[in-house]
């Protein structure tokens, strides 16, 4: 059976917007989707450790935005409230895995991600 | 579609939030990358205005542009690296293959904001009851209720996260101890072996009063 025939609210209709100031949800879900995709290039194209953990943080922030939009189109809380927890998982992270690059330099005095190869083959 | 006054000020920070992203990846010095993302971070703090959630607002500027910045900054200042490397045509593939890969989940993306699709059941906190009681105090009591057992939980990871950047970020004293202090008695104990023969005739009192001093820690390794 065809999954969209069992969902009636999949109806091929452009989502209502009950946005402040008539902002279509699709603009945010559109930057935020340019952010995480420039987040992933980041990880891909950099092997500076430091620059990729700041495109973990920009793909971060976009879940961020998109939980943010969706809340407030849906007029609920509870987005915005995994927003919090999204954040603080974001600072720990930054903690731990600064330490661990600053150890990283310490042993092999370098942060890029090529010359750190103890595990290549 | 009428242009509302929102609206400009969404694209207005679409595009800085984007331009501090693009500078992010292109710029090759990692302070320079650090201080693009605080503009993306606070265009994406405008936008939480703009979506009537100022707390969250806030919280993203003290947070993000304040306080894991500022992490970064310090960890670049304290390690002081260079400029990233060109290492010639590896670097040049990596790059085309990472534009094209992101390229590709960007279509992917597309694609799925393009397909019909609609917005699941409505919740209860409309526009109208958010100003009646307020934006923080709207999600602190939905943290302090619903949402109390993983508010506890998210206390142990800060607490971890504290334990754990310490641990792994302070320099350990016997590590350091026994990397310097059996070091410099051997390399002591190398140079007068070697230099031993040449001032046999001129100095045996030196050399006598050089050996037992640096042969002891050889002895105790």
Redesign the interface.
């Known amino acids: 059976m065809n999954p969209?025939a069992m969902i009636p609210?999949?109806?091929?209709?452009a989502?209502?917007s009950n946005?402040?100031?008539?902002?279509?949800l699709?603009?945010?879900?559109?930057?935020a989707?340019?952010?995480?995709?420039?987040?992933?290039?980041?990880m891909?194209?950099?092997?500076?450790a430091?620059?990729m953990?700041?495109?973990i943080?920009?793909m971060l922030?976009a879940a961020?935005?998109t939980l943010?939009?969706?809340s407030?189109?849906?007029?609920?809380?509870?987005g915005?409230?995994f927003?919090?927890?999204v954040?603080?998982?974001?600072?720990?992270?930054?903690?731990?895995g600064?330490?661990?690059?600053?150890?990283v330099?310490r042993a092999r005095e370098t942060?890029?991600v090529d010359e750190v190869n103890l595990l290549k083959g | 579609m009428t242009l509302t006054v929102p609206m400009v000020f969404f694209v207005v920070l679409a595009v800085s939030g984007v331009i501090g992203a693009l500078m992010v990846v292109l710029q090759r010095n990692p302070v320079v990358s650090a201080l693009w993302l605080v503009l993306s971070f606070i265009a994406l703090a405008g936008m939480y205005v703009l979506l009537a959630a100022p707390f969250l607002a806030a919280v993203q500027v003290v947070v993000y542009a304040g306080a894991i910045m500022v992490l970064f900054t310090f960890v670049i200042m304290l390690l002081n690296i260079r400029h990233d490397i060109d290492d010639g045509l590896r670097h040049v593939a990596r790059r085309v293959l990472g534009w094209a890969f992101a390229l590709a989940l960007a279509s992917v993306l597309y694609q799925m904001v393009r397909r019909p699709w609609a917005l699941g059941p409505a919740g209860t906190t409309t526009l109208e009851s958010l100003q009646k009681t307020g934006h923080a105090e709207s999600i602190g009591l939905s943290l302090y209720t619903t949402y109390l057992f993983p508010f506890e939980a998210t206390g142990l990871i800060l607490l971890v996260g504290i334990i754990g950047a310490v641990v792994l970020a302070k320099r350990r004293s016997d590590l350091i101890a026994s990397r310097t202090v059996p070091a410099a008695p051997r390399a002591t104990a190398g140079m007068t072996a070697g230099a031993r023969p040449a001032p046999v005739s001129g100095e045996p009192m030196k050399t006598t009063a050089v050996s037992p001093e640096t042969q002891e820690p050889e002895a105790t390794a």
Do not use: K
């Not at chain 1, 699709?26 to 930057?31: Q, T």
């Not at chain 1, 989707?33 to 980041?42: D, P, S």
């Not at chain 1, 891909?44 to 500076?48: A, E, G, T």
């Not at chain 1, 998982?89 to 930054?94: D, L, P, Q, R, S």
């Open positions: 969209e609210a999949l109806a091929p209709v989502p209502v946005l402040p100031g008539g902002v279509p699709e603009w945010y879900l559109i930057f989707g340019a952010l995480f995709v420039i987040g992933v290039a980041g891909l194209v950099r092997r500076n430091l620059v953990f700041m495109c943080e920009l922030n961020n935005l943010v939009a969706f407030r189109a849906l007029n609920s809380l509870d915005q409230v927003v919090f927890f954040m603080v998982v974001a600072a720990a992270e930054v903690a731990v600064l330490a661990i690059i600053i150890n330099f942060v890029y």
